[in-house]
């Protein structure tokens, strides 16, 4: 397994650089330093390696504390995602893989309806605890937010805008048509919610890309904290709290 997960976060490293066109498995093996008999045996072509790609940005989410509602939670799938995809190159390739419309040999649907299928879930536990609006219908906020976010994060690439302040900005114009009005005062969805929701409340976490709560960290060769790292700054965030 360590050997797939090397080739699937040197492929991202290709695709987030390069796209889906112009990556070359000679460059992932490389960056993975491994044999391409080694990434057939995991991955029958570029295509199966992309969709794995692909396939990481809903199968690796981490699993968020609970809330005390589930509107927080919510709330809180779209802030993470936000700093996971600073923090994290194979999230922003997969994003990005999902984004190009010239790989009509990818399944790029299948995020969406993951994330929608997730929503939904939330928010229908949510009604039925009466967090919600009455009238709300959960899957319109749902796929308002899955459909919303997407094209945030496409614009905020193209303006070189703060993705965490655009989401941040989304759920709390949103969230208060939606929640009742007792609960969507309550809400954290401030910037820097998604390491707060991952690391507590002081949101401390390894950093090398400058974040307000980020700690400088020594990076590894792929650029990023090592998971030890990043597991016990965790721990102690949450241990603090």
Known sequence: MRTRQAILEAAAVVFEERGYEAAKLSDIVNIARVTKGALYFHFDSK????????????????????????????VDIGMIFSHRLRHDSLMRASARLTLDQTTLSLDRASPYAAWIELHVSLMTEAKARGELMPTVDPVVPSQLIVGSYAGLNMMSQMLDLDLDEQVSALYTHVMPNVVVPSLAIRLDTAPGRGARALYGP????????????????????GGEPGPRVIAEAGAGAVAGA
């Open 47 to 74: 295509e199966h390696l992309a969709q794995a790609v692909i396939d990481a940005q809903v199968a690796s989410a981490p699993n968020a504390a609970p809330q005390e509602y589930k509107v927080q939670e919510f």
């Open 202 to 221: 002081q949101g401390t976490h390894p950093c090398t890309y400058g974040c307000a709560s980020g700690v400088p960290v020594l990076a590894t060769g």
